[in-house]
């Protein structure tokens, strides 16, 4: 039989919303009954409290920097399909996890044929990252090149390149889908440039890296941006099936339809007989 919770004291309430730890007193009744069951000293009780109260905080901050960094909240690590017929090295996954490539500044590229699930693991990373306090930033390859040539007819490119340069990890996906033009390379190679021993990026690409240097309008700029990224850069090969078929919204999932008013039938005209 459940025992029933504590009531509080609605002074107590209106103290801790004077000091802005009003969501503590949704978890309080339940607290101080494990406290009495438990015999619990003062001390260790108000631990718990304000543990409760970081750790809600923390989480807070994370869901926060994951909106601002457009970071799909689907593509989270506890989230992967294990099931799915995907192979990849664990152990580079487990390393990469553990965000020591963060803080050595060097990058992740994460490779493998379409569809095998290369955005959605790129995304757990960007997930973890934003747990741990980073400052993390989503864009398609082709979505920031766009903005960066768009940049130059409003004066903004600088404001835009050092938005790509300054937060902690960069993901780019699907990058070196389409050859780009002069343009684009020179921004690319600045990008690479820029962030290497710097910051860190996760970039997911079709292709090999090898690959990607035909895709540059310029050879010496290919090679350049190329061998710096791919030098700092851990491989992590994904191979296998396609993972989005598990991604696939069903009828299941779906939030049930609103309920209908009921149908009436239509009223029946009343026929009258002509006078003759």
């Not at 090295?89 to 990058?107: G, I, P």
């Not at 035909?214 to 992590?236: G, K």
């Amino acid at each position: 039989m459940a025992t029933a919770s504590r009531a509080i004291n609605p002074d107590l309430v209106d103290a801790l919303k004077r000091l802005r730890l009003g969501r503590i007193a949704a978890t309080l009744p339940e607290r101080l009954t494990l406290a009495d069951k438990q015999d619990m000293p003062l001390d260790e009780l108000l631990l718990m409290i304000l543990t409760d109260e970081i750790a809600r905080r923390d989480n807070a901050a994370a869901d926060n920097r994951a909106t601002e960094a457009e970071l799909d909240p689907s593509m989270r690590l506890e989230l992967w399909d294990k099931t799915a017929k995907v192979s990849f090295d664990k152990k580079v996954l487990s390393e990469l996890v553990s965000l020591r490539f963060l803080e050595a500044h060097r990058h992740v590229c994460v490779l493998g044929p379409v569809g095998v699930g290369k955005t959605f693991l790129a995304s757990a990373l960007g997930h973890i990252a934003c747990r741990h306090g980073y400052r993390v930033k989503f864009a398609r390859a082709d979505e920031t090149l766009k903005r960066l040539r768009q940049s130059r007819f409003d004066n903004s490119r600088d404001a835009e390149m050092i938005a790509l340069t300054t937060v902690d990890l960069l993901i780019l996906d699907d990058f070196a889908l389409e050859p780009m033009t002069k343009e684009e390379s020179k921004d690319v190679y600045q990008l690479f440039l820029e962030r290497t021993g710097r910051g860190s990026m996760v970039v997911t690409s079709n292709r090999d890296t090898a690959e990607w240097l035909a895709m540059f309008d310029d050879v010496l700029l290919a090679q350049s941006a190329v061998d710096r990224f791919r030098n700092s850069a851990y491989d992590f090969v994904v191979e296998g099936e396609s993972y989005r078929p598990r991604l696939k919204p069903t009828i299941e999932d779906a939030d049930p339809p609103p309920a209908s008013p009921a149908m009436k039938p239509p009223a029946l005209k009343r026929r009258t007989k002509r006078r003759r």
